[in-house]
């Protein structure tokens, strides 16, 4: 009941105020590092990155299996981008301030050396088959080139005015710097170091990389909102491809020809295809994208955003997570992979539109069916494949609704009386339903070929949520009122016992493999764990304001939480309990989890679509 309310009030003080209507949540896993990280270097053959915090005097190691920071250099000044030596394990940071550039090893994660470089060095870029590392000295109007073997400054190159990017085609050893103030691209043979040519592109060039396989450049023009595409043979511009608002950095994966682009300016990535240098979609960020790297190993893609104080991790496959159009205000989702489809509760709220659950196609992204549910939404949807039935709890009305997921047609609604169903669960070996009844305080259980309650029995004050462990045959039920999870024989029909959690657990999530139980508790804004050999409380995890859902991973590694008023579904790894991830949304409510794929789909409330996450 207090979850409706403060629903309810956010959701009308939000559109009175700000006048928000609904909007995409962000397509990318978000990874906290330092403040306002510039620059990113994935290293795919040590499975570690470095984030460049540029608010602070730091570096962030993260493990890029786990996405967790493991580590924090400290460093002498504030740094700008990073760039790595796959082949020598090195992180050359640059250092502004300072005029310097710092060697970290990526074996002991310490500063191994810091020397002068020119002035203002804002990029930095590696020439892995020549060790040779360059920067674009920006207030010295050159290129620095550095010994990679001896890390020392061996050349300075004249490099038009005020150079702010740099990359390298390490197959044919040339280095592009961008000329802020110019428009243009000098173009340097890393041999010789002679200037071959200078490239006229667009305004206010920033972030250069180069595709060594296609032998093409691609360079970010912050003022125009454009990438210009050099032709690496003949140094001509041979495509301008519309991008996001004040592009700032570039990366290629020469392996699969896609670049990524960071629009600062309107937090998204663009995606271009190589092969026809279009568009090809665009992923949400958070705050300010900066820096950019791709681990080609995963073709994962490592996104700096500097106004957020992430590093936000996403597929490099070319295509954004999908995405399903489903109608405002979803509160409620259940994906089932078997039946390919997804079910979602839409939310009703006077002077808005009624209430409904639709029904969307996971390989088309169709919506194949929308069922009228009555005056608010299906508080509980939880779908069954062995038998092909969906269920739907109605809280108002009082109802259960039973969906045949082969047609998509409404079988029937199951009439509760006076009941107030809230959450339901199935277990397919037995084919029960069981629902919260939150008029009366009892489990409700529906026998799934009859459709008949057959039976209620007392489990607390206020059950809100229900989840079946169908390997034990137990049932977990959540006591809002008494701080509590009532655990339920499903063999006997009977309570066998009480854990106490935290204040106000709305839902509850078990993993049998991992022997854990995990509840979202509204009031006291934690997770609380649960140890389900002894029944005790073994950790409280401060989350945020209103903890609203809980959803495990199928593997047990990874638990997601919806934190409503700070608008964010938390990613948390399951032994320390360390966040490891975050998505952005407006008012989050419940997430979904396949059980078949292990994607996750969490649900905002002011938005008009579901996204799917890899768990």
Do not use: C
């Not at 570690?48 to 602070?56: C, I, K, Q, R």
């Not at 396989?213 to 495509?239: L, Q």
């Not at 205000?329 to 992979?337: D, E, G, K, T």
């Not at 389900?532 to 304001?545: K, N």
């Amino acid at each position: 009941m207090r979850e409706a309310r403060a629903v309810a009030a956010l959701l009308a003080v939000t559109i009175l105020l700000l006048g928000l209507w609904p909007t995409v949540a962000n397509a990318a896993v978000s990874i906290p590092v330092g403040v306002a990280p510039e620059g990113v270097a994935a290293n795919p053959n040590t499975r570690y990155a470095l984030a460049a915090n540029s608010g602070e005097t730091s570096a962030s190691v993260i493990d890029i299996q786990t996405h967790t920071v493991v580590a924090t250099i400290a460093l002498p000044a504030a740094p700008a981008s990073v760039a790595v030596n796959t082949v020598t394990n090195k992180y050359y940071i640059a250092l502004r301030s300072m005029d310097s550039l710092a060697v970290v090893d990526g074996d002991t994660w310490t500063v191994s050396k810091t020397f002068e470089v020119g002035k203002q060095p804002w990029g930095v870029a590696v020439d892995e088959s020549r060790n040779k590392i360059y920067t674009a000295n920006f207030q010295s109007d050159n290129v620095g080139v550095i010994d990679g073997a001896t890390d020392t400054l061996i050349a300075s190159i004249t490099a038009g005015r005020r150079p702010r990017g740099i990359g390298v085609n390490s197959a044919t050893g040339r280095v592009y710097a961008s000329s802020h103030q110019q428009n243009q691209v000098t173009v340097i043979d890393g041999d010789t170091y002679a200037t071959l040519a200078t490239v006229v592109v667009g305004s206010n060039p920033r972030g250069v990389a180069a595709d060594m396989v296609a032998n093409r450049i691609y360079v970010a023009n912050v003022a125009s909102n454009t990438v210009s595409v050099i032709d690496g043979v003949t140094n001509a511009v041979v495509a301008t491809i519309p991008v996001g608002t004040s592009p700032a950095g570039v990366a290629v994966n020469s392996l699969t020809g896609y670049a990524y682009v960071t629009n600062s300016g309107s937090n998204n990535v663009t995606v271009i295809d190589g092969a026809t240098l279009t568009v090809s979609s665009t992923v949400a960020v958070e705050n300010s994208p900066w820096g950019v790297s791709i681990d080609t190993l995963l073709n994962r893609v490592y996104v700096a955003n500097t106004g957020s104080n992430t590093v936000s991790t996403l597929d490099g496959s070319g295509a954004a997570n999908p995405t399903y159009s489903v109608g405002e205000f979803p509160i409620a989702v259940n994906v089932n992979n078997a039946l390919g489809k997804m079910y979602v509760g839409r939310w009703g709220f006077p002077g808005l539109p009624t209430p409904t659950l639709p029904i969307v196609s996971l390989s088309t992204g169709v919506k194949v069916a929308d069922h009228a549910v009555g005056k608010t939404f299906p508080w509980g949807i939880a779908s069954n494949e062995t038998t092909g039935r969906v269920y739907a709890s109605q809280f108002e009305e009082s109802k259960i609704s039973v969906i045949d997921a082969a047609s998509n047609a409404m079988i029937t609604q199951i009439d509760l009386g006076f009941a107030l169903p809230r959450g339901l669960d199935v277990n397919r070996n037995t084919n029960r339903v069981y629902f919260a009844k939150t008029f009366g305080g009892s489990l409700g259980v529906i026998d799934g070929v009859t459709n008949a309650v057959i039976g209620e029995y007392p489990v607390g004050w206020a059950p809100a949520d229900v989840t079946v462990d169908e390997a034990n045959n137990l049932v977990y039920i959540t006591d809002e009122n008494q701080d509590q999870v009532v655990v339920f024989d499903g063999a006997t029909n009977s309570v066998v016992n009480t854990i106490s959690v935290g204040q106000s657990p709305l839902e509850v999530a078990v993993h049998p493999g991992t022997g854990r139980l995990y509840t979202s508790n509204l009031e006291s804004g934690d997770l609380s764990v649960v140890d389900l050999a002894t029944s005790s409380l073994i950790a409280s995890v401060p989350i945020g304001r209103e903890v609203v859902s809980v959803k495990v991973s199928n593997d047990g590694s990874k638990i997601y939480v919806s934190s409503h008023q700070d608008g964010a579904v938390f990613v948390y790894e399951t032994t320390g309990f360390t966040q490891v991830g975050s998505i952005a949304g407006l008012l989050p409510v419940e997430v979904g989890v396949n059980r078949a794929s292990g994607m996750v789909y969490p649900a905002f409330l002011l938005d008009t679509a579901v996204t799917g996450y890899p768990g």
